[in-house]
């Protein structure tokens, strides 16, 4: 994956790697809240959390309704 976690820095190596690991989790949250039925005001934490979670290398991402939970 284009990307690392390094401390608490996450770092893309273009535009394009960015945008690509956005999809990632907003494809994630999108079935969270179909399967909620609600809509996630703390989408930007959900996202977060993802990210440094798939940056880290985690194979299972699971992010939790409190998304910094470290679970």
Known sequence: MSGR????QTIFNSHAD?????RR????HGE??????ARDE????W?????AREQS???EIRVSATPLDTR
């Open 57 to 59: 290398g985690q194979k």
């Open 18 to 22: 960015l945008a690509a690991a956005l």
């Open 25 to 28: 989790p907003a494809a994630a």
């Open 32 to 37: 969270h809240e179909r399967q909620t039925g």
């Open 42 to 45: 703390n989408w930007p934490d």
């Open 5 to 8: 976690l390094s401390g608490d």
């Open 47 to 51: 996202y977060a959390c993802h990210l």
